[in-house]
């Protein structure tokens, strides 16, 4: 079915590690777009590409925007140093925003921490208060 050039959407969901699903859905978000033979879907080199940066993004936690952006970028004749410093500029926004996700939930668990301290002291005294009545 497949030659060197060409993938199915199982052996491109066993190479990526996803599921069959997952593809489709890239296909409805016209991030790949597979030929058809019958009713198989053939992927090409340029696709299986697609699928990689999807994935990557997709780990990376960028949002379908900004993978169709970056998509978008390779797929025009542009210069690539313009499309690396916009994948960088991509990459760190995304970093300054997980460092603050990373702040947030730090300042929460030190206050997750207080109030475990104030209930347990509560609680001790609490003991202590019914052992002595």
Not at 31 to 54: E, F, W
Not at 70 to 86: F, T
């Amino acid at each position: 079915m497949t030659s060197s050039t060409t993938w199915t959407i199982s052996q491109l969901a066993e190479e990526f590690g996803i599921t069959p699903r997952t593809i489709r859905f890239y296909e409805d978000e016209a991030i790949l777009s597979p030929t058809r033979r019958g009713n198989r879907r053939v992927y090409t080199a340029r696709d299986r590409a697609h699928l990689k940066m999807a994935v990557r993004g997709r780990r990376l936690g960028l949002s379908l925007a900004e993978i169709r952006d970056l998509i978008g970028m390779y797929a025009s004749p542009q210069d690539g140093r313009r499309q690396l410093e916009r994948y960088l500029q991509v990459l760190r926004e995304h970093r300054r925003m997980l460092e603050q996700k990373r702040e947030d939930i730090e300042q929460t668990l030190a206050e997750i921490d207080e109030q475990e301290t104030q209930c347990l002291r509560l609680l001790a005294r609490s003991s202590e208060a019914s052992s002595a009545a």
